[in-house]
Every structure is written in structure tokens, then in C-alpha cells.
């Protein structure tokens, strides 16, 4: 082959691959900033997420996240990593973005996580300014005078009846340990027949959702319809809960907000 068709080859089958290339380092770019939120690292997280965003600004209905099909959302998860570090203006940018409020359309509860956020922003300075020091603490317990002892009362109040609350069933409670350590395949295994009540059917749903979720992501791909209808089953029972973000990861939390 002469040497100029040898170099209109490799230029053609560079524009091939440029495409695959960059969606492969956005995907990872993505993920590694996911990552950073469920670990708590948010300065690593806004650099992965902004990475992906450089690569792909425009958010498509879905992408494929460590082989599981997931709403593609850098905005609002960049927003959630400003919002953590107390840069509330950024976090509003992202949040407020048309791209993200196109990517959002269906997804109302994520929104409304949104606007419910913006509204508890406190900026990190004024975090700073209202945190007293351990000086002014110490200063505030020294100088606070000790209250004087009360005149004994000859005929005390009776004391409230203590009212016994229902606790969760033990079988859920161990779901939850198993969940927590990582036993996301005995926490698939809980039986939500097996529990009573709505809100108590919503949580064993919710969790065997994300023990699910947690296994196709971890390679086995036939517990992803299991986990989606899982979801769908808990959102039938509350429309408008959202999985508690100090549990569930970004990524599962999209997923759930995404079905239907």
C-alpha cells in the first residue's frame, strides 16, 4: 500500500474511534465522580464530574454505567457536590442549567431534591462565621450561671404513660445490616410478602431495589429487571419519595427516580 493511502487509513480509522474514545472517557469520568460522591469526596467528585462535562455537555435519556443503563445527569450531580462543599451559587448554576432541566423533565422528585437544597444552602463562609470556636464555647459554659435548685413540689406531676411504638420487622433489619455491609445478595433476598403495612412494604421494596441494583452493577446483569420493577413497586406505593442520600449511592437514587 503506498504510503499516502497508509496515512488516509489510519486517519480514517482515527475518526472511527475518536467517538468511541471520548464517550469511553466521559463514561469513566462520570463514574469516577459518582464514586467520589458515595465516598464523601467531594473536591475529587466536581473534577470528574466537570471532566465529563467538557467531553459531553449535552445530557442523552441514557448511558450505560458500569454496564447498567442509568439516567445520564453530570449537572445534577455536580450541583449535589457544590452543595455538600457550601458553594451554593454554583450549585444553583448547575441545578438551574437548561440542560439539566431537560435531562430532569420526567424525573420531578430529583427536581424537587433540587429546589428543596437551593432553598437550605447555607454558603460555606457564613458556615464558618456562624461555627463558634471552641474558645467561645468554653467561654459560653463558664459563663452561664447554674440554675438554682428547685423548692421540692409536694405532689409531683404524674409522669407520662409511655406509649410502645412498633418497631421495623427483624426481617427488614437484617436486610438492612446485610445491605450496609456490602451482603447485597442476602439483602436481595428479602421476602416483602412477608411484611405489613405501606410504608414498611415501601422500605423492604426500596431496599431489595438497591441490593439488586448494587448486584447487576457488580456483573450480574439478570437482577437489573428485578431491581427496576423492585422500584417501580415502592414508587406505586409513595409517588414522591426520594431514597435517603446518606444510604443509597447517586447512582441507584437516579434509578430509582427513573422508573416507571
Known amino acids: 500500500m503506498p504510503v499516502c493511502s497508509r496515512a488516509l487509513a489510519v486517519l480514517a480509522l482515527a475518526a472511527l474511534l475518536a467517538p468511541a474514545i471520548a464517550r469511553a472517557d466521559f463514561e469513566d469520568d462520570y463514574t469516577d465522580g459518582l464514586a467520589a460522591l458515595d465516598h464523601g469526596e467531594y473536591g475529587r467528585a466536581v473534577q470528574a464530574l466537570k471532566k465529563a462535562l467538557a467531553v459531553r455537555p ?6 450505560r454505567i ?3 443503563p442509568q439516567p445520564y445527569l453530570p449537572h445534577h450531580f455536580l450541583g449535589i457536590a457544590y452543595f455538600k462543599l457550601g458553594d451554593c451559587a454554583a450549585a444553583k448554576a448547575q441545578w438551574n442549567d437548561q440542560s439539566n432541566l431537560r ?25 464558618a462565621q456562624e461555627a463558634p470556636t471552641k474558645t467561645q464555647s468554653a467561654q459560653a459554659v463558664v ?19 409511655a ?5 421495623p420487622p427483624p426481617a427488614l433489619i437484617r436486610a438492612y445490616v446485610d445491605f450496609s455491609a456490602g451482603r447485597f445478595a442476602n439483602a436481595a433476598r428479602l421476602d416483602v410478602d412477608a411484611v405489613n403495612g405501606a410504608n414498611v412494604r415501601f422500605q423492604a421494596y426500596l431496599l431489595r431495589s438497591a441490593a439488586r441494583f448494587a448486584l447487576a452493577r457488580s456483573g450480574e446483569a439478570s437482577q ?9 413497586a415502592a414508587r406505586h406505593l409513595d ?15 437516579a434509578f430509582f427516580a427513573a422508573a416507571h
Open 224 to 232: 437489573l429487571e428485578g431491581a427496576r420493577s423492585d422500584a417501580r
Open 163 to 167: 406509649v410502645a411504638v412498633a418497631g
Open 58 to 63: 449535552e445530557s442523552p435519556v441514557m448511558v
Open 103 to 127: 435531562s430532569l423533565g420526567r424525573l420531578r422528585q430529583l427536581r424537587a431534591q433540587e429546589e428543596q437544597l437551593q432553598a437550605q444552602c447555607t454558603p460555606v463562609a457564613v458556615q
Open 143 to 161: 459563663a452561664t450561671p447554674a440554675t438554682p435548685e428547685s423548692a421540692p413540689v409536694s405532689n409531683p406531676p404524674p409522669k407520662p404513660t
Open 239 to 253: 409517588a414522591n419519595a426520594l431514597p435517603d442520600e446518606r444510604v443509597f449511592s447517586p447512582a441507584f437514587r
Open 66 to 68: 458500569e454496564g447498567v
